[in-house]
């Protein structure tokens, strides 16, 4: 290979290895993207003759891999922007293909207006799942095994770990670490704490800089290997440590996203995945890891 021709090559790696150090995930095809979509609720008109229909959406026959007949999840403009429109009629998640490390998530988030049974008369609930694995559904026959960034009315940020209690056998959810105080019912994350949480469920998050209904917020989250952190438009409020897979013993440092429909209508726009290799300064001087 000549010279000239192989500092050619070079570029083009180079360039190529540039483009996929942050890159969007939405096009208009959701290209990137896999559909799941769990057990209808009986009120849900216009689907097939015989397909399985529940008051309980956590058991039973869901629609399975990419058969979003309601289309739950589809991809819109808005004053000139690509949009993901969530229906929340069925409960759903819509899933990379890939697996990722080492990034940083940024999404923008709003609530439409839309309320779907069995969660008419409760809280409008999202979810952002990250480190996903295990097959679909695991989770009441809808979502994989994985971490939550909880994505709900006055809650963004909190923290779930999911497990897979549907599956067979079932199977526990992720194991984390997190700094703060329990209450009654359940812990939150608290930066000025010394001690751990013993028992990690649902945690609340330190903060709740949630924008009103129907304007956008800026959900970011940071991960290095099996540290996140959350953010809520530019805020700090959630930091999960040590995550670990119980089912292998190993660290937990890498996964699928998935983006979840719950119940309620709601509206994401510029996924942007930017890779890393360390926290950023900010991260760094405010959060202390253990």
């Not at 808005?78 to 293909?97: A, F, H, Q």
């Not at 000025?192 to 028992?199: A, I, M, P, V």
């Not at 670990?244 to 996924?271: F, M, R, V």
Request: glycine share 8%; with cysteine.
């Amino acid at each position: 290979m000549s010279y000239k021709l192989l500092m050619v090559s070079a570029f083009i790696l180079s360039l190529n290895t540039y483009a996929q150090k942050s890159f969007k995930l939405f096009d208009e095809t959701l290209s990137h993207f896999e559909k799941w979509n769990g057990v209808p609720h009986t009120t849900i008109q216009g689907l097939p003759e015989g397909t399985y229909q529940s008051d309980n959406v956590h058991a039973g026959t869901p629609l399975g891999l990419n058969n979003d007949i309601k289309n739950v999840f589809t991809m819109i403009t808005e004053d000139g922007e690509l949009v993901l429109k969530i229906t929340g009629e069925i409960y759903g998640g819509l899933t990379t293909k890939a697996s990722y490390e080492n990034y940083h998530l940024s999404v923008y988030f709003k609530w439409g207006d839309k309320k779907w049974p069995p969660r008419l008369n409760v809280k409008r609930d999202s979810g952002i799942l990250y480190h996903c694995y295990g097959d679909h559904g695991r989770f009441w026959k809808t979502w994989k095994t994985c971490l939550e960034y909880q994505v709900q009315e006055t809650d963004l940020g909190d923290f779930i770990p999911l497990g897979g209690n549907t599956a067979e056998p079932k199977v526990p959810g992720p194991k984390v670490e997190i700094r703060g105080t329990r209450g009654e019912k359940k812990g939150k994350y608290d930066p000025n704490s010394d001690t751990y949480l013993k028992k990690i469920g649902y945690t609340d998050a330190y903060k709740e800089p949630d924008a009103p209904h129907g304007e956008w917020n800026h959900l970011e989250i940071y991960v290095i290997g099996n540290d996140a952190v959350h953010l809520v438009n530019g805020e700090i409020v959630m930091v999960v440590e040590n995550a670990t897979n119980p089912e292998t013993g190993a660290p937990l440092t890498s996964g699928q996203i998935q983006i979840q429909s719950e119940a309620a209508e709601c509206y994401y726009k510029d996924l942007t995945l930017t890779s890393i290799k360390k926290f950023p300064k900010k991260i760094r001087k405010e959060v202390r890891f253990k």
